[in-house]
């Protein structure tokens, strides 16, 4: 049996010449290892295509993997709602990693997820140029959403959205698309359309050593971290007022305060007002300015290595 190794090569010098924007959906990571994996980030985007096709230096590769014809077919089985194209060790592409259309007006954009148990799709997270970007009923405060319809942060893009899991699990893994619909320059509707495939595998016991060890250099980190705080009472309007540390910084630190009680006495039926200004923070000390109208008050402090 022939055992086959090739190497896939795409580049964007390849794509035809025209004004087309392209869709570009991408994943990071492609791979989940719960514990491991902090975040994954879905962002798909309209991408200008004039722009795009000046970085010819940009190059997509992909090996392979042995046994591709197996492969495929394993996919495609488990998979039936994606067009595999290429197989990797990690994952698998679906569609060729740029589609492109005339998109001129974007009027929305979704990314979907395939639910496996009801073998349906589930709407992950949408925009519209009428409805700032949301999550869909079954992934409400499970991920943060970002988008725009009409614009973008980065340069090259027209429009994007954006989902994000923090410290993900199996649960994430799956078939993902995303879709986009809008209007082209003949105001004639178009739309776009790409896909990922997100696995997970478990951590290896050499991968959950050195989490912990990095973990643990972490905790060690803090414990020598410089960290002071403690109480201060204003009954000034507007003075400055000094507190030295303990035990000097080597850099000026960040202080922060907040309200902790105040002495109302006889002004128990008056608005009172107060606040507190740091101006000048060293390694040795900080200053600050309060105002406490019509009594006094006491606030707490801390100040943290910067």
């Given at each position: 049996m022939m055992i086959i190794h090739s190497l896939f090569v795409f580049t964007l010098a390849s794509l035809s010449l025209t004004d087309a924007e392209i869709i570009r959906f991408q994943s990071t990571p492609l791979v989940i290892q719960p514990v491991l994996s902090k975040h994954l980030t879905l962002r798909c985007s309209v991408q200008d295509g004039s722009s795009v096709r000046r970085s010819f230096g940009s190059i997509f590769q992909e090996m392979i993997a042995p046994n591709t014809t197996a492969a495929y077919e394993r996919v495609n089985t488990t998979y039936p709602h994606l067009n595999v194209t290429h197989v990797t060790a990690d994952h698998v592409t679906t569609k060729p990693p740029i589609t492109e259309a005339d998109v001129a007006h974007v009027t929305s954009i979704i990314i979907n997820k395939v639910n496996r148990v009801t073998n349906s799709v589930d709407k992950v997270a949408d925009v519209t140029p009428f409805e700032a970007a949301s999550a869909g009923s079954h992934f409400l405060g499970l991920v943060s959403v970002e988008g725009n319809s009409e614009r973008s942060p980065k340069q090259g893009e027209k429009a994007y959205l954006q989902v994000k899991w923090d410290y993900p699990d199996y649960d994430q893994a799956?078939?993902?698309?995303?879709?986009?619909?809008?209007?082209?320059?003949?105001?004639?509707?178009?739309?776009?359309?790409?896909?990922l495939l997100i696995s997970s595998k478990p951590a290896t016991m050499s991968d959950l050593i050195n989490y912990i060890s990095i973990q643990q250099k972490v905790i060690d980190n803090l414990k020598a971290q410089n960290i002071q705080k403690g109480t201060s009472n204003c009954n000034t309007n507007g003075y400055s007022n000094q507190i030295t540390f303990s035990n000097s910084f080597k850099t000026p630190p960040l202080v922060f305060t907040t309200f902790s009680d105040i002495n109302t006495g006889y002004y128990t039926q008056q608005s009172v007002h107060w606040n507190v200004t740091i101006t000048t923070v060293t390694e040795t000390y900080f200053n600050y300015s309060c105002i406490a109208s019509p009594t006094s008050f006491i606030f707490d402090w801390v100040a943290i290595d910067n």
């Open positions: 799956g078939e993902y698309s995303c879709e986009i619909f809008g209007l082209d320059s003949n105001n004639l509707p178009v739309s776009l359309e790409s896909a």
